[in-house]
């Protein structure tokens, strides 16, 4: 049985997905197998796994870092909010119904023998299992029937290491804090804190550090400064969104409407870095700006509740003029549905069911049906360029507009569609601007020459910049030997 170490936080945000990805990358580099697993992620940004299903984006991210492909087993229960209240449950990278919030939380305790049966599956293969809570261990209230934080820890006999985010401040009371409402078994299972996003000269929280430590004897395994690389990184939380800046003096400005149930807009991070663009996600009670000479309309979780959502914010409206202007449009994957005349969802499987007219931007109409594709694809732009990318969506779509594809696929297979002016598209590709000549083309028709970059490259190096940061930073031998690795390999 490999080592294991959990890394659980004192609330989301607080950087776990990126340290475990940071450690996975750090400890693959002193010659190490190792695996990441999240027994539990709740995220509408989702990655298709080699094996055909799909887990949460942070955990393909964490696969990476290991230099292995990703598997459902590194996060064997994923939740997809559809609502404030409701959930899609994926279990082992597919669908599994639909579950409402309090159901779920009395329910979830059935899923535990999955995620000690999949967590078992990746130590067989690995020398060392790196394990990402969610959320909080000290959200007491959800304590019972655990399966992401505490309960996994002891079912599966992993010790724990806690991080707190002084970026936020009151960090010593977070860490603290935890220390006081955590039961004694839960709390004798952590063995240690880390400290994350410290800016400025480390020595002015040595205090801080050393309080901790006595007020809840566990031991102090270091601080880690703020993580510029991170920025370069997926992210899975949409609370990065919130923060985007935008990029001025550049020549091309392509702007995302937030959608209440925005997914997958990792696709979009390779734009955000070319040099000449202005990418801007415009946050819901804004107007879609009026110079804007490319409209993404993103993926979503729930198409027809977006669709009411993006009306309800009058962005159909701006769409429409901005065509009108004689602007260029984007739709991907739900996007995509909803520029057609129509998406019906007679099952429900996404919400109530029901059906609501598209923008009526494409000759193409969607039903929403059970049998959802997950698969990694390639192929060509229609116009040009060569993509590489991920099917990830439950619908059919056809209809005349279908006879001028957006995309083709290597084997010859059609998706999407294009206006017969060119100037509107839209397809269920994934990760269309990872690829650097598809993403050449795509802005290339804005006017602009793309930097030219490889997406992946542009990551490796920014989990590499990362684990060496942390190398200095974290007492790595004491974090192997909590894992259970007492001689710890020198880097490769």
């Given at each position: 049985?490999?080592?294991?170490?959990?890394?659980?936080?004192?609330?989301?945000?607080?950087?776990?997905?990126?340290?475990?990805?940071?450690?996975?990358?750090?400890?693959?580099?002193?010659?190490?197998?190792?695996?990441?697993?999240?027994?539990?992620?709740?995220?509408n940004?989702?990655?298709?796994?080699?094996?055909?299903?799909?887990?949460?984006?942070?955990?393909?991210?964490?696969?990476?870092?290991?230099?292995?492909?990703?598997?459902?087993?590194?996060?064997?229960?994923?939740?997809?909010?559809?609502?404030?209240?409701?959930?899609?449950?994926v279990?082992?990278?597919?669908?599994?119904g639909?579950?409402?919030?309090?159901?779920?939380?009395?329910?979830?305790?059935?899923?535990?023998?999955?995620?000690?049966?999949?967590?078992?599956?990746?130590?067989?293969?690995?020398d060392?299992?790196?394990?990402?809570?969610?959320?909080?261990?000290?959200?007491t209230?959800?304590?019972?029937?655990?399966?992401?934080?505490m309960?996994?820890?002891?079912?599966?006999?992993?010790?724990?290491?806690?991080?707190?985010?002084?970026?936020?401040?009151?960090?010593?009371?977070?860490?603290?804090?935890?220390?006081?409402?955590?039961?004694?078994?839960?709390?004798?299972?952590?063995?240690?804190?880390?400290?994350?996003?410290?800016?400025?000269?480390?020595?002015?929280?040595?205090?801080?550090?050393?309080e901790i430590?006595?007020?809840?004897?566990?031991?102090?395994?270091?601080?880690?400064?703020?993580?510029?690389?991170?920025?370069?990184?997926?992210a899975?939380?949409?609370?990065?969104?919130?923060?985007?800046?935008?990029?001025?003096?550049?020549?091309v400005?392509?702007?995302?409407?937030?959608?209440?149930?925005?997914?997958?807009?990792?696709?979009?991070?390779?734009?955000?870095?070319?040099?000449?663009v202005?990418?801007?996600?415009?946050?819901?009670?804004?107007?879609?700006?009026?110079?804007?000479?490319?409209?993404?309309?993103?993926?979503?979780?729930a198409?027809?509740?977006?669709?009411?959502?993006?009306?309800?914010?009058?962005?159909?409206?701006?769409?429409?003029?901005?065509?009108?202007?004689?602007?260029?449009?984007?739709?991907?994957?739900?996007?995509?549905?909803?520029?057609?005349?129509?998406?019906?969802?007679?099952?429900?499987?996404?919400?109530?069911?029901?059906?609501?007219?598209?923008?009526?931007?494409?000759?193409?109409?969607t039903?929403?049906?059970?049998?959802?594709?997950?698969?990694?694809?390639?192929?060509?732009?229609a116009?040009?360029?060569?993509?590489?990318?991920?099917?990830?969506?439950?619908?059919?779509?056809?209809?005349?507009?279908?006879?001028?594809?957006?995309?083709?696929?290597?084997g010859?297979?059609?998706?999407?569609?294009?206006?017969?002016?060119?100037?509107?598209?839209?397809?269920?590709?994934?990760?269309?601007?990872?690829?650097?000549?598809?993403?050449?083309?795509?802005?290339?028709?804005?006017?602009?020459?793309?930097?030219?970059?490889?997406?992946?490259?542009?990551?490796?190096?920014?989990?590499?910049?990362?684990?060496?940061?942390?190398?200095?930073?974290?007492?790595?031998?004491?974090?192997?030997?909590i894992?259970?690795?007492p001689?710890?390999?020198?880097?490769?």
């Open positions: 049985m490999a080592a294991a170490l959990m890394l659980q936080g004192c609330g989301s945000d607080v950087g776990k997905s990126v340290l475990v990805a940071g450690l996975c990358r750090l400890f693959a580099n002193r010659g190490l197998r190792v695996r990441p697993f999240k027994p539990q992620n709740m995220s940004n989702a990655a298709v796994t080699a094996d055909g299903g799909e887990i949460g984006r942070a955990q393909a991210l964490q696969a990476q870092a290991c230099r292995v492909a990703p598997s459902v087993h590194m996060n064997p229960v994923l939740l997809k909010p559809q609502s404030d209240t409701g959930a899609q449950l279990v082992r990278g597919r669908m599994a639909t579950w409402q919030a309090a159901g779920y939380q009395n329910r979830k305790a059935s899923l535990l023998p999955t995620v000690i049966e999949s967590f078992r599956h990746l130590a067989a293969e690995a060392l299992v790196l394990v990402e809570g969610a959320g909080s261990p000290a959200e209230n959800l304590r019972a029937n655990d399966i992401a934080n309960g996994f820890a002891h079912a599966a006999d992993v010790p724990v290491v806690l991080i707190g985010d002084i970026d936020r401040g009151h960090v010593i009371a977070s860490l603290v804090g935890a220390h006081a409402v955590l039961d004694r078994a839960d709390r004798g299972r952590i063995k240690g804190f880390l400290v994350n996003k410290f800016r400025g000269d480390p020595r002015l929280f040595d205090a801080g550090r050393a430590a006595a007020r809840t004897g566990w031991a102090d395994l270091g601080m880690a400064p703020w993580l510029a690389a991170a920025a370069r990184l997926p899975e939380d949409a609370v990065v969104l919130e923060r985007s800046a935008r990029g001025e003096g550049r020549r400005t392509i702007a995302i409407p937030m959608l209440s149930r925005i997914a997958n807009f990792d696709d979009f991070d390779p734009l955000r870095a070319e040099p000449d202005d990418l801007r996600f415009v946050p819901p009670g804004q107007a879609l700006p009026g110079d804007a000479h490319l409209v993404i309309l993103p993926g979503t979780k198409t027809l509740a977006d669709l009411a959502f993006l009306r309800a914010q009058g962005w159909d409206i701006d769409i429409l003029a901005h065509v009108r202007r004689g602007g260029r449009l984007l739709g991907i994957c739900g996007g995509y549905q909803m520029l057609g005349r129509r998406v019906s969802d007679p099952s429900g499987l996404e919400g109530p069911p029901g059906s609501a007219p598209g923008l009526d931007l494409l000759d193409v109409e039903e929403l049906t059970d049998d959802k594709i997950l698969r990694p694809v390639a192929g060509r732009l116009g040009g360029g060569d993509f590489e990318g991920y099917e990830m969506h439950a619908g059919r779509t056809g209809g005349p507009g279908l006879d001028r594809p957006f995309l083709v696929h290597a010859g297979a059609r998706d999407g569609a294009v206006s017969p002016n060119g100037r509107i598209a839209g397809g269920y590709v994934h990760g269309l601007f990872a690829a650097a000549s598809a993403r050449a083309a795509i802005l290339e028709r804005l006017g602009v020459v793309s930097a030219g970059f490889d997406q992946t490259a542009r990551v490796d190096e920014a989990l590499d910049e990362i684990a060496a940061t942390l190398a200095g930073a974290f007492d790595i031998g004491a974090l192997a030997a894992a259970g690795i001689h710890l390999p020198p880097p490769e």
